[in-house]
């Protein structure tokens, strides 16, 4: 007797259920109520597709040896059917290979019950239509093609007297799948003459238009369907079987993934390519955010950034558009860069009057190690739900998409770089596959999830170069440490939603410090040229990278980065609150060559000069103890625009705003400060805008799609409550219907009013007995439940459930009947 997946289920042993709520995580979201209720959703078609996904093509062809050889009256199939099928062809597996395929599909129940009657889910059908890429038996399709392939000689003679062009049809549909579509009127075309040449129209779907197929459809070698003449042609699965003779009835089947032919590299050399790359996207990416925050970038009201933005950002940085286009959307997911609108608040990305720029993270970023800045763009970029291959294509409405904008969004993002970089993990170290070798294997590991998304998957690998995950092709050291340490963390039993994130160790990842072991070690120093340029003989320390802020200006990049010291960046040191003997003293304690005599002169210049306008409010006004270069400035042509008066031989006033006059007058060469009311010279650093602090990409799940993992102990805690519920169902089917319906139903009147139920329910306290009350809880719903009646007081019926062990508590107005149980 044929036993269904639900009483399968029910026969378990706890640990056995609990190991396929561990295979197949999606089932428990939502926990189910019962068994029943869990078997449901274990064949539903969004279940089984998540399960088929995962799985490499070995074992789907072994599932479809399964269908094929199952019972076509609705019965099962034998283990020992489905290895006698897969080995059939010229190149058989392993006997064993086949069992452990079987028993993957046997946990996965995919196929369920004793191996001497295997039966597949219902789901698969539903799923994949065509096992093994074959079409429906003939006798399903059509009576007299069934009687063509019921007699195997004549449909011997049948194809080998096809035409080439109709021969080459046939083999295309045996490859799979078996189905082609027609254009109207295709089969009405003669069959006869030159026109039995015509060549295959790839564009069709695998079925060319012309007499070929006409040919074969008089043959009854192929069978029109889908209701239409002419819509859709279909191979019986009887010829495409005969047609796969050299190949096997389920295709070429490989146990194990393709091999990478491809030569190892060097292992020192993979890293070192690796880590340059990533000194690279660190700078690059520092170098877009300073951009940012000088320029910040608007946001389109459509959403996103416009391509001239993206354009101006590529030529300041000196790259291409789309490698631009990758570091400005990993710096998004990364969370340091943000929108934020005109008055300075937050905002949601997309609408008007915003703009991009650095967010309050940015600092904190920039003060961290180089290691552990690149780790977090890494992380971000595994993270992100962001596409960046589509930045610069068309939507489907023709319009181009920018960079931040909704049409690149895909939630499949995450799941297809972590199925790339596990590719080149599985590999030994250091060794590179082409891309071509990387698409082979991820066809053959999950190809449900691989086919159609190979540019994606370029992308991906194109992307890890860029990023310096991977270095001369291959996974560098570090990256394999970060994909463990992502994988890790992502999958952790303990916190699958990731709600412990805050309490983690503050000290470095293994990656981290793999990657810090590779990278040149930061610099507190540097070298002092006679041309005043600064020269920092790797990279500096966060100290040093933010006092060259100050005082020098950034020429060029590279493993020795150089600076120039000029009269505009002592100025600016200056008015950020140094004097001229921290200045000297800073040049002294960095340098590691001797201070060249012309920047000390520069310095003291400079300082001799600072101050020497003091600019004040009064609608503005300029003033000096200096007579003469008050009046040079009344004098300066570039100032005209200041409108200046002289009121005394020692102020000079203007109309406008102090800050307006300031930068008029350090254009045109000057170095005026600022005072307050007491004549105060107020020094500071400039002021600069920042966006709210964002959630990182890699904060919110590596992937959106994932079910969350949780660990046997739990697991056996929601099988003892899917076992409750499911033991609950059985009770309330037990229940007397008047129970069961209540009050509320239509129909005949229950046979127990409330003042009946009241009586059964008196007597059954006194009797110490079981009784059935059926009740309308919180909701409005009827329900029913077995209890042993303890007290009956206040308006309340105080019972126990047996079966629970548990204390419920009725309201007696609620209580619609009560039987007592038999």
């Known amino acids: 007797m044929t036993t269904s997946l639900a009483d399968h289920l029910r026969a378990l042993p706890d640990e056995s259920l609990a190991a396929l709520l561990q295979l197949r995580p999606d089932l428990v979201v939502p926990v189910p109520a019962d068994v029943s209720a869990l078997a449901i959703r274990a064949q539903s078609r969004v279940s089984v597709a998540r399960a088929l996904d995962g799985l490499d093509q070995f074992t789907l062809q072994i599932l479809d040896a399964a269908r094929l050889t199952r019972d076509p009256e609705g019965g099962g199939t034998a283990t020992d059917a489905i290895l006698a099928l897969a080995t059939t062809g010229p190149h058989p597996p392993a006997p064993t290979a086949v069992r452990r395929a079987v028993d993957r599909l046997r946990a996965l129940f995919l196929l369920y019950g004793p191996e001497h009657d295997l039966h597949v889910v219902d789901g698969v059908d539903e799923v994949s239509a065509y096992p093994a890429g074959l079409g429906r038996p003939a006798a399903d399709l059509d009576p007299r093609t069934a009687a063509l392939c019921a007699d195997p000689a004549k449909l011997r003679r049948t194809l080998l007297a096809a035409p080439p062009s109709a021969r080459a049809i046939l083999d295309r549909l045996a490859a799979g799948p078996p189905v082609g579509t027609v254009p109207p009127g295709a089969l009405d075309a003669p069959a006869t003459g030159a026109e039995d040449e015509l060549p295959p129209d790839p564009t069709n779907g695998g079925a060319p238009t012309g007499s070929p197929i006409r040919w074969l459809v008089e043959h009854r070698l192929l069978v029109p369907v889908s209701g239409v003449r002419g819509s859709a042609v ?209 066809d053959w590991r999950a190809p449900r999830r691989a086919r159609g998304r190979e540019v994606a998957h370029r992308e991906v690998l194109a992307e890890a170069a860029q990023l310096g995950v991977t270095g001369l092709g291959a996974l560098t050291s570090y990256g394999r440490l970060l994909l463990a340490d992502v994988t890790e963390a992502d999958e952790r039993a303990e916190d699958p939603l990731g709600l412990l994130s805050d309490t983690e160790s503050d000290e470095p990842s293994t990656a981290v410090r793999a990657l810090d072991a590779l990278l040149p070690a930061p610099v507190d120093h540097f070298l002092l040229q006679a041309d005043l340029t600064v020269v920092v003989p790797g990279p500096p320390d966060p100290g040093l990278a933010a006092e060259l802020d100050v005082v020098a200006e950034h020429e ?236 009956i007081g206040a308006g309340y019926l105080r019972a126990e459930d047996e079966r629970t062990e548990m204390m419920h508590t009725f309201a007696l107005h609620r ?8």
């Open 815 to 822: 209580i619609t009947a009560a039987v007592l149980e038999d």
């Open 234 to 442: 279909e191979l019986p699965r009887e010829v495409g079987l005969l047609l796969r003779r050299d190949s096997g009835p389920l295709g070429p089947l490989r146990t194990d993934p393709p091999v990478v032919t491809s030569p190892p590299r060097e292992p020192k050399a993979v890293d070192s390519a690796g880590a340059g790359q990533t000194m690279e996207v660190v700078r690059h990416t520092e170098a877009l955010l300073e951009s940012l925050a000088g320029e910040p970038a608007p946001v389109l009201r459509s959403g996103g950034v416009g391509v001239r933005d993206l354009r101006r950002l590529a030529r300041l940085l000196g790259l291409d558009d789309s490698t631009t286009a990758l570091l400005f959307e990993v710096a998004y997911a990364a969370g340091l860069l943000g929108e934020l609108d005109l008055t300075g608040s937050a905002t949601t990305r997309y609408g008007g009057d915003q703009q991009i720029l650095p967010t309050g993270g940015y600092e904190a970023w920039r003060a961290s190690s180089l290691a552990q800045r690149w780790e977090q763009l890494a992380r971000a970029w595994l993270g992100m739900t962001r596409q960046v291959g589509l930045v610069g294509q068309r939507d489907d409405r023709d319009r181009p998409i920018s960079v931040l904008s909704a049409e690149a969004e895909r939630a499949g993002a995450p799941a297809a770089r972590r199925a790339v970089l596990a590719v080149l993990a599985d590999l030994a170290p250091a060794t590179a596959p082409t891309p071509d070798e990387v698409l082979e294997l991820l």
């Open 556 to 791: 060029s990049a590279g493993g020795a980065s150089v600076h120039r010291v000029t009269t505009a960046s002592v100025r600016r040191a200056l008015d950020a609150g140094y004097s001229a003997d921290d200045l000297h003293a800073l040049f002294r304690r960095r340098s590691r060559t001797p201070v060249p005599q012309g920047l000390t002169y520069l310095v003291d210049d400079v300082a001799r000069k600072h101050g020497g306008l003091r600019v004040g409010s009064a609608g503005g006004y300029v003033r000096s103890d200096d007579e003469a270069l008050l009046t040079e400035v009344l004098a300066d042509r570039r100032l005209e625009q200041l409108a200046f008066r002289r009121l005394a031989p020692t102020v000079l006033v203007t109309p406008y705003q102090v800050g307006r006059m300031l930068t008029a007058l350090r254009d045109a060469g000057y170095a005026p400060v600022p005072e307050d009311a007491s004549g105060s010279a107020v020094l500071s650093r400039p002021k600069t805008r920042r966006a709210p602090a964002r959630v990182p990409a890699a904060g919110r799940g590596l992937d959106p799609l994932a079910s969350p993992r949780l660990p046997m102990p739990r697991l056996l805690g929601v099988v003892e409550q899917i076992r409750r519920g499911d033991a609950a169902a059985r009770v309330a089917r037990r229940a007397p219907a008047v129970v069961r319906g209540g009050a509320t139903r239509t129909g005949p009147a229950p046979a127990h009013t409330h003042n009946d139920a009241l009586a059964v329910l008196q007597q059954a306290v006194r009797d110490k007995a079981l009784v059935w009350v059926g009740y309308v809880d919180a909701h409005g719903a009827t329900a029913s439940r077995l209890v042993r009646p303890v007290s």
